[in-house]
T-cell receptor, first 113, second 115 residues
């Protein structure tokens, strides 16, 4: 299957700082990418849909000013957690849409201290 | 709104027991169906998927799932579980290509297999 790479795999940051997470489709172009969040012992919750060259569409309850999404090219989408706080600590996962299905990255574990 | 419902949040089985995890979805359009497994501390792994054709799908590690369109169900089965199957299992529905293959996940079923 197609490969989706997330970077970094894990990150620890201080409260109040911003963190950028990258999601790349390595061997295919993805017009659409999705960002998910998984709290401990919970399921993956869709945060936003990212379309190349346009503004992201956020799910209800997700703060667009806090979770900035940029999809500048067909192979890269970035999620920036701005002014991170401990409650933002979570596992963030992206997926990229191929021709017939979406492929998932391996996730980024964010810990805010 | 689209949703995915997994019937059991926790399942405890002894080794060699048979497993069936229920999954129902609500969406009237074209869907692709998936089961993912997440071992403790690890990322998601795809167990199997259904797009079309034979509604009985075989996946990795001896798992299979059956799509019953009339019941909007996609139950996961394994004839004989092993201790190493202890993990969390997520049923997922990917909406058709008009939705960019947006994937909706069920709440997950945590399986514990006793040795």
């Amino acid at each position: 299957g197609a490969v989706v790479s997330q970077h970094p795999s894990w990150v620890i940051c201080k409260s109040g700082t911003s963190v950028k997470i990258e999601c790349r489709s390595l061997d295919f172009q993805a017009t659409t990418m999705f960002w998910y969040r998984q709290f401990p012992k919970q399921s993956l919750m869709l945060m936003a849909t990212s379309n190349e060259g346009s503004k992201a569409t956020y799910e209800q309850g997700v703060e667009k000013d806090k979770f900035l999404i940029n999809h500048a090219s067909l192979t890269l989408s970035t999620l920036t957690v701005t002014s991170a706080h401990p409650e933002d600590s979570s596992f963030y996962i992206c997926s990229a849409s191929g021709e017939a299905e979406a492929f998932f990255g391996q996730g980024t574990r964010l810990t805010v201290v | 709104a689209q949703s995915v419902s997994q019937h059991n949040h926790h399942v405890i089985l002894s080794e060699a027991a048979s497993l069936e995890l229920g999954c129902n979805y609500s969406y009237g359009g074209t869907v692709n169906l998936f089961w993912y497994v997440q071992y403790p501390g690890q990322h998601l792994q795809l167990l199997l998927k259904y797009f079309s054709g034979d509604p009985l799908v075989k996946g990795i590690k001896g798992f299979e799932a059956e799509f019953i369109k009339s019941k909007f169900s996609f139950n996961l089965r394994k004839p004989s579980v092993q201790w190493s199957d202890t993990a969390e299992y997520f049923c997922a529905v990917s909406l058709g290509n008009t939705g960019g293959f947006k994937t909706i996940f069920g709440a997950g079923t945590r399986l514990f297999v006793k040795a």
